[in-house]
T-cell receptor
Framework: QQPVQSPQAVILREGEDAVINCSSS?????VHWYRQKHGEAPVFLMI???GGEQKGHDKISASFNEKKQQSSLYLTASQLSYSGTYFC??????????WGAGTKLIIKP | NAGVTQTPKFQVLKTGQSMTLQCAQD?????MSWYRQDPGMGLRLIHY???????DQGEVPNGYNVSRSTTEDFPLRLLSAAPSQTSVYFC?????????????FGAGSRLTVL
């Protein structure tokens, strides 16, 4: 079942912070976060494993609450390059990755 | 190191025609998968494979066939194309097992069915 992402879209000024949430109705093995620019393939940001978390970039971090089956992506002091659509992917014990519908992030100067 | 290579990048078909989207990876990844991406709907899993000779259905498998005869290749076949299959298709691969297994995507194949 597809994880639910919120918000669907967010508009920020450069330098502002944002939080993107991802929740699942299934028990999770890991959560993956990717960013996609228009017309391009998704690009890896970070992966969070059951029992821990990993930080992919300095100003982009994430948390993983296994009990609540939720993950959040935090973007601090956003830059114009952060614009794009962010996807969370949830993985179950059968290695199957299912993706949320995405959160469109627009950064204005 | 080429990563994940998809061909063709663009394809136009008529309803009822068949075609194969090719996907190859040179990273010795056990897991390979096909997704379709439609506007506003994110990535939907079509089929996936955890090793040569093993395939399984994802969320939207109808109208598509796959096979995995080698570790490197995972072609996606459309036997009788329909306009509803107009989409952007991504192939992706990664390792399996314990640990952080990053999914590497191909550049995508844009398919239009008239």
């Amino acid at each position: 079942q597809q994880p639910v992402q919120s918000p669907q879209a967010v508009i920020l000024r450069e330098g502002e912070d944002a939080v993107i949430n991802c929740s699942s109705s299934k028990a999770l093995y890991s959560v993956h976060w990717y960013r996609q620019k228009h017309g391009e393939a998704p690009v890896f940001l970070m992966i969070l494993l059951k029992g821990g978390e990993q930080k992919g970039h300095d100003k982009i971090s994430a948390s993983f609450n296994e009990k609540k089956q939720q993950s959040s992506l935090y973007l601090t002091a956003s830059q114009l390059s952060y614009s794009g659509t962010y996807f969370c992917g949830t993985e179950d014990s059968n290695y199957q990755l299912i993706w949320g519908a995405g959160t469109k992030l627009i950064i204005k100067p | 190191n080429a990563g994940v290579t998809q061909t063709p990048k663009f394809q136009v078909l008529k309803t009822g025609q068949s075609m194969t989207l090719q996907c190859a990876q040179d990273m010795n990844h056990e897991y390979m998968s096909w997704y379709r991406q439609d506007p506003g709907m994110g990535l939907r899993l079509i089929h996936y494979s955890v090793g040569a000779g093993i395939t399984d259905q994802g969320e939207v498998p109808n109208g598509y066939n796959v096979s995995r005869s080698t570790t490197e290749d995972f072609p996606l076949r459309l036997l009788s194309a329909a306009p509803s299959q107009t989409s952007v298709y991504f192939c992706a691969s990664r390792r399996t097992g314990e640990g952080a297994n990053v999914l590497t995507f191909g550049a995508g194949s844009r398919l239009t069915v008239l």
